[in-house]
DNA sequence: TAGATTGTTAATCGATTAACAATC
DNA sequence: TAGATTGTTAATCGATTAACAATC
């Protein structure tokens, strides 16, 4: 079982390599990556040995190896299918962020509370939460996206625990309680914020350039 | 100097002691903390004493003052002031939400290449990047979001750093080079979810339940 | 008092790095 | 060949945890 740092470090390698692709490079030297990502070379070569890819001793990596043993890594076949809770703004902003779609990721439906919000025209389904269970149960959904307002989502997330939902990627600034088996990553756009503008002010502080 | 976990972590205690002052509480024992934040008490217990706040050796922490004493570390005393480059979804979902002003943090101007977006009315002024360094340096801004298109994320990010940005919170899925007395810190939504889905196979495989 | 919790020290654990032999 | 890079092992580093004396 791998740290679920590595998991993250595989993605921003992606990122780069997919970059570099583009940029009409075939092979990549560790130490080359390492300064695309901020990450070292003896870690990009560890980490690519775990993934059991082999460079060429002196020649570096192939990129499109790499590539396809992340993918392999993630479970690249079929397209993951997932569900989001609330349409307010991030919610809106998160289906229309066509990046989700490139990497294979279907937003099938959405839920919300708020009639009037049912009756609008969006580019997926928007249902009330009492049609949570049939569409998790019927598309076999495992993850949901929780997009609503602090105060409700607590509830929201129990409700969507029930229909059995067993991964939620949370937006809301609230620490959810939930069952071992269900898993739960927070994005706090807030606290990300304010730990920028600490490390800034840091920087400015103790930096070299202070 | 602390580790960005710690700094990290203290926004999540903060998270959840406003909640359980809302719900009443007045003491915290670590272990309740623990609970709640699922961080280890001992962890807590350090990170508190790291802050230099003292418990009562049967009685818990005082929430009050563990809450002074998060937001001193954070200079709680002025208003943060920062600016917004890129009016697409991700920008406006950012200026419509109302927490960044609860803790302080003002949003005072946005940026964007597309004149059309210019024009249109939001609750904050949009300029054209050539605007920035007047405002950057007017107003003494130190800190940016950035939400604009992968394509020109990285000119942008070297116009921002250019007018005298020296912290940048980036939600382009790239990895932008900057100098080193710039401090970057990304939020990479496709990969956040794409995470989520991975670990939530993971525990379907691994887990208590399988 | 007995019991429970803090505060801190020492031990553990795991992640990252350094180093270098293997090799192209 | 000489030089450069991989791949792996051992060393280091730091973060977290365990343990427990202090104490209310």
Known sequence: MYSTDFTKRLLTYRLSLTHLKK???????????????????SLIRKDLSRLQVK?????????DTILQAINAYFGNKERDRIILA?????GKAIIQNKDFEKHNIQIIA??????????KKFSIPVFPMEKCREIVVNYKIDVAILAVPAFS?????????????????????????????VYVSNVRLVDELQQVIYH???????GEYS
């Not at 460079?55 to 990129?63: C, E, Q």
């Not at 609330?86 to 991030?90: H, T």
């Not at 800034?200 to 103790?206: A, D, G």
């Open 23 to 41: 940029v009409g490079l075939n092979d990549v030297y560790s130490h080359l990556l390492a300064g695309e990502t901020s990450h070292s070379a």
């Open 55 to 63: 460079g060429k001793r002196r020649g570096g990596y192939d990129i």
């Open 86 to 90: 609330g349409m307010g703004n991030i």
């Open 110 to 119: 959405s839920f919300d509370l708020n009639p009037a919000i049912q009756r």
């Open 153 to 181: 989502a607590q509830s929201v997330c129990d409700q969507l625990i029930q229909c059995g939902i067993r991964g939620i990627l949370n937006f809301a600034p609230v620490n959810l309680k939930v069952p071992d088996n």
């Open 200 to 206: 800034t002010k840091q920087k400015r502080k103790h």
